[in-house]
Nanobody, 126 residues
């Protein structure tokens, strides 16, 4: 059974930092595209960042460029989201997602990710 477990969320003041982790178990995702999505209250879920299986390619949505960094440790079957200079509008539930392939690709489409974590709450106070 495949499981993605997110951790690292919490309450932080504006301007602060958090690092989210997503540990996968049940199969290895070392060669697969992975991503972080978020969903704020009353809004649709959006892709925040994606990373290719080989780690060579990354993508971030415009609103987080220069503030968020996605990375992965294939040996640990883990993907990270370093979030700096957090803003109240970053408040959301953050989800980790894993694709079944994608050594050299990134993706922002939910349809490409059959595996999802349960989500971790990030709240940024002003």
């Amino acid at each position: 059974q495949v499981t993605l477990i997110e951790s690292g969320g919490g309450l932080v003041q504006a301007g602060g930092s958090l690092r989210l982790s997503c540990a996968a178990s049940g199969r290895t995702f070392s060669s697969n595209t992975m991503a972080w999505f978020r969903q704020a209250p009353g809004k649709e879920r959006e892709c925040v960042a994606s990373i290719s299986g080989n780690g060579a390619y990354t993508w971030q949505t415009t609103s987080v460029k220069g503030r968020f960094t996605i990375s992965r440790d294939s040996a640990k079957n883990t993907v990270y989201l370093q979030m700096n200079s957090l803003k109240p509008e970053d408040t959301a539930v953050y989800y980790c997602a894993a694709a079944t392939s994608g050594s050299e690709m990134v993706s922002v489409s939910e349809d490409d990710y059959p595996y999802w974590g349960q989500g971790t709450q990030v709240t940024v106070s002003s």
